[in-house]
């Protein structure tokens, strides 16, 4: 090979790294701009677990006026409840895994 093709190749080996680059930029902000929402519900469920967390007394009194006024109503949404808690145990620590490594992966690029 001539050193003018050589050259040819060194140059377009740069400019398909640059290309990568910038592609691994826009990625990053359209990912960042499409979690948004879930980060700020996130942010919320947080909050009003740590209201429910300050005011125990105030939701013990809420929930034993729910159940004498409408006992099976909440006695459904119990076991609903329930349900769905035990689903989220189980899914969360793969959730957590796997957010963590393409966290992980998007950072070493």
Do not use: Y
Request: charged share 20%.
């Amino acid at each position: 090979m001539s050193r003018s093709s050589h050259d040819d190749l060194r140059l377009r080996k740069l400019m398909l790294q640059q290309r990568s680059a910038v592609q691994r930029q826009i990625l990053g902000i359209q990912s960042r701009q499409l979690l948004a929402p879930v980060v700020q519900t996130v942010g919320r469920v947080k909050a009003g677990g740590q209201w429910v967390r300050e005011h125990p007394a105030l939701v013990a009194g809420l929930a034993a006026v729910l159940v004498a006024w409408r006992p099976k109503a909440v006695l459904g949404l119990a076991a609903r409840s329930l349900g769905l808690w035990s689903t989220v145990r189980r899914v969360l620590p793969v959730a957590v895994r796997l957010w963590a490594q393409w966290q992980q992966r998007s950072s070493q690029r």
